[in-house]
């Protein structure tokens, strides 16, 4: 009887310094919260103060209107269709060009893993490709493409693809190739060691790249709605500065940066079932 109180103390003790434990990391997930969203408030209070008193030193602040004024004005756009409109085509562009170069990239990826010869074909391109800046490939775009849509999702999709393609190279390179080899002897087909071995060792990889992939295309979309569009939250905060409308300037950047900030968090969540495996491991 003893030794079975003795068990029930231990299990007892044992749950009392889980939950204590949990107690503790709940406590510095809201801790670190707080830390964000502190910083955030600090830095519009900052920007209230500079803009009310017309800062102007080094940088001026004369023109900037206050937090206070922008988001009057932000109350004013979120009743209006046209705001709605120009968020509609952005994010239009982005699932068009994000969703086929993620599909394109992770397949040459591969391929470039696997394959010396093509390795060897591919990455010179990619290399020379690369560092020319989206701003650099619009008036080339626009010369190859009959439409100005279609322009700005090919920028948009280069600057999807190079993330995604060299993150898949990095993954797929790093999968241990006594995996694969062992796999062989067992058995296993090409097909099999494709599914079963390379994607899910070089999976941690791919969705690094992935989301990174997503942060460069919001940046390659702006650039082409900036100079050659005609909708789209870029073309409206360009619009905005040659309309002379401050407010407006600061509402479409901020609507980037949020807009920007949901789609990586949404990858990184698509992710995190694809790599629970690694949870379980650790």
Do not use: C
Request: proline share 5%; aromatic share 12%; no cysteine.
């Amino acid at each position: 009887m003893s030794e079975g109180v003795g068990g029930y103390n231990q299990h007892d003790a044992l749950k009392q310094r889980l939950r204590g434990l949990m107690v503790r990391i709940k406590r510095v997930e809201w801790q670190r919260i707080l830390v964000s969203a502190s910083a955030l408030v600090g830095a519009v209070v900052v920007w209230q103060l500079l803009a009310m008193y017309q800062f102007n030193y080094i940088i001026s602040f004369e023109n900037i209107p206050t937090p206070v004024v922008v988001f009057e004005q932000f109350l004013k756009l979120i009743v209006t269709e046209e705001f709605y409109l120009h968020i509609g085509a952005s994010l239009q562009r982005i699932g068009i060009a994000f969703t086929s170069a993620s599909i394109m990239g992770v397949i040459v990826g591969i391929f470039m893993g696997r394959s010396r010869i093509f390795h060897d074909i591919m990455m010179p391109y990619i290399e020379i490709l690369r560092p020319i800046p989206a701003v650099a490939w619009i008036p080339l775009a626009i010369l190859m493409f009959p439409t100005e849509e279609s322009s700005i999702i090919y920028i948009t999709y280069l600057g999807t693809f190079f993330p995604v393609v060299l993150n898949t190279v990095h993954g797929v390179e790093q999968t241990p190739e006594a995996l694969v080899r062992a796999a062989k002897s067992l058995g296993a087909g090409t097909k099999s060691i494709l599914w079963h071995v390379i994607l899910p060792g070089a999976l941690p990889s791919i969705m690094a790249g992935l989301a990174i992939g997503m942060g460069v295309a919001w940046f390659s979309l702006l650039a082409g709605e900036i100079i050659s569009g005609q909708y789209g939250i870029g073309y409206f905060t360009w619009n905005s500065y040659t309309l002379i409308e401050y407010p407006n300037i600061i509402i479409g950047m901020l609507t980037i940066g949020g807009l920007g900030t949901l789609s990586t968090y949404l990858v990184r969540q698509a992710s995190k079932p694809a790599l629970r495996w690694q949870e379980h491991k650790e």
